[in-house]
């Protein structure tokens, strides 16, 4: 089945501790992409990534790290997570890296940073 | 700017009535359209897309939706409201400097009995 799967779907943890969400998708898409979710505020990007070894900042990537080393895999990356950090995240990927396609959207992950 | 506006927070509507929910866009350049929709607790769902061509655009569950060049948006619409229909729907625009999409704030679609 086609799909993009995140790790893990809910998560709470402490200001400072490190964390990594995973995302992967099984489609051999170029484009991928983080984004979070607040109330009232819609998507807004964190990071994309074109292509492998290819990665570009989205709206809002303050405090966020993102690697593609292989295709299939764009994990994030949170160094230090504050509480401003909390939220619901969201990993997509798309065929071809122009974005005339759909995106394919994970279930999304739970972020609570107490 | 760049942008996307969903006017509306919520809209209300009947079952088996039609049901409308707007998005209008701000975009350089052709304008590449997209609406996605969102169930509680899941992910964003591809809907409908306009590239290019006819400015009635058909797509899952019986949604369409209509572009409208000289007045900038791209409503969306279904000649008949299911319950099943109530979710969170998201209009996009792709930012044609960087291929990004730039989203509205999403709009609550609640279908009543």
Redesign the interface.
Known sequence: EAQVTQNPRYLITVTGKKLTVTCSQNMNHEYMSWYRQDPGLGLRQIYYSMNVEVTDKGDVPEGYKVSRKEKRNFPLILESPSPNQTSLYFCASSPGDYLTGELFFGEGSRLTVL | AQSVAQPEDQVNVAEGNPLTVKCTYSVSGNP?L?W?VQYP??????LL?Y?TGDNLVKGSYGFEAEFNKSQTSFHLKKPSALVSDSALY?CAV?DNS????I????TKLIIKP
């Open positions: 590449y997209f996605y607790n899941r992910g964003l769902q591809f897309k590239i998201f792709r960087n291929y990004q999409l989203w509205g704030a999403g």
